[in-house]
């Protein structure tokens, strides 16, 4: 089997994605995720330069020595968008790999080991009782587990409160500035949790997104001050960029940590794993290398009782969920999957086998990881630049949005 051509189609059904397309000699051609919020073009332009001329005429089911040719071959390593690269290949090349042998991706990878893959959705508001009635109905809707976010008093934006509900923060041609004062956020943000145990009890998975915004020691203090909510996690409580910083966090409390996201490589998360200093690693396919890669980071977290939480916001196509979904179905070390719902335009351009049912969702049976895209509808939807918000202390300084 031989590539024969590729295709990276840049589209914006309710919001941008980059997707790429690997097309063999045999007609079965595969599809991964190449999207990184606010940074397409980079990624768009790093594929059509550089790494789609070097994929012509290889063989397809070479996954890891592809793989391997995109990361040692690129000589300045890791990063952003050259690991979202790699990624999008990789996903496209175990999606060929799993047609050809006319099987779902999960059994390549060895099969399922579990039912279903229990999800967390996005409840948030404006204020505490507007979160609290989007957790109402998404407990209606069956989910086991629920972030709550919601507004500060006092501060005009926060981070995962959007307009009516739907949260998509890229949603300007150049950056929009915010303002955070931390204080204001540590004095609230406990009442939100008591709320919602005290509406809807122990059961419910509660998470929380702290997204980067605290110090190590703010972030003890909180995560001390809401043991009694039992959180599932708190998310991203400070930047990772230290990892020894998380000892800080870890002395003062046993509330779970979950952080990873933004990581591109096994080597941002190698000692925050190795020394137990998080509980989940949210890395995900899109922007950690690909399915080959996440597995190395998954098997390496499971020496050290950490459990996966794959990041799954809007901003990764559903060619990305689908892609997880297989991933989470097979892992052993699963803990739980992000799901924020797509736009009904996100979906008609990216069909899907993948299908949610009481909190859990299944990949599907179809061949291949199951998610495709109608390049005649994608084209219908342009691109438009849009960038995330960056974010300012009230005292002007700026700070992690
Ligand atoms: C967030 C993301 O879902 C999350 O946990 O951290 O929504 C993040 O803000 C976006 O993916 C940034 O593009
Ligand atoms: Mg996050």
């Excluded at 980071?297 to 892609?323: E, F, K, N, Q, W």
Aim: with cysteine; aromatic share 10%.
């Amino acid at each position: 089997m031989k590539i024969i051509d590729t295709k990276v189609i840049v589209c914006s059904p309710g919001r941008n994605f980059v997707t790429l397309k690997i097309i063999t000699d045999e007609g079965i051609y595969g599809v991964g995720d190449a999207t990184l919020n606010g940074r397409e073009k980079a990624v768009v332009s790093f594929l059509e330069d550089y790494v789609c001329p070097s994929l012509i005429g290889r063989d397809p089911q070479r996954i890891e020595d592809i793989w391997q040719f995109f990361y040692r071959g690129v000589y300045w390593r890791r990063g952003a968008v050259n690991m979202t690269a790699i990624a999008a290949v990789d996903t496209a090349l175990w999606d060929i790999k799993a047609k050809a042998a006319n099987m779902p991706l999960y059994q390549l990878l060895g099969g399922r080991s579990r039912d279903g893959v229990m999800v967390y959705a996005h409840a948030n508001g404006k204020d505490i009782g507007d979160t609290l009635e989007r957790v109402a109905e998404l407990v209606d809707e069956g989910y086991k587990a629920i972030r709550v976010q919601c507004g500060v008093p006092g501060l005009d934006k926060v981070y995962g409160v959007g307009k009516g509900g739907h949260y998509e923060p890229a949603d300007a041609d150049l950056p929009a500035e915010h303002v955070w004062a931390t204080e204001k956020y540590l004095n609230h943000v406990p009442k939100l949790f008591a709320a919602v145990r005290d509406q809807f009890g122990d059961d419910l998975h509660i998470l929380h997104d702290i997204h980067h915004r605290l110090t190590p020691i703010e972030a003890a203090r909180l995560g001390k001050e809401v043991e009694p909510f039992k959180l599932f996690w708190l998310e991203d409580p400070v930047p990772a960029e230290n990892q020894e910083g998380f000892r800080l966090i870890r002395q003062h409390t046993t509330t779970p940590i979950a952080v990873g996201e933004v990581f591109s490589s096994i080597h941002d998360c190698r000692e925050l794993i190795q020394n137990q200093l998080i509980d989940y690693i949210r890395s995900t396919v899109v922007h950690a290398g690909g399915i080959t890669h996440l597995r190395r980071i998954a098997d390496l977290a499971s020496l050290y009782h950490v459990r996966t939480g794959c990041h799954g916001a809007t901003d990764l196509s559903p060619v990305c969920m689908g892609a997880a979904l297989h991933f989470d179905y097979w892992v052993p070390n699963f803990g739980i999957q992000e799901h924020m719902a797509h736009s009904e335009q996100t979906d008609e351009v990216f069909p899907h086998a993948y299908r949610f049912e009481q909190g859990y969702f299944t990949p599907g049976e179809v061949p291949g990881h199951g998610v495709d895209i109608d390049e005649k509808l994608a084209a219908k939807f342009p691109y438009q630049r849009k960038c995330l918000p960056v974010n300012r202390l009230e005292d002007g300084t700026l700070w992690n949005w």
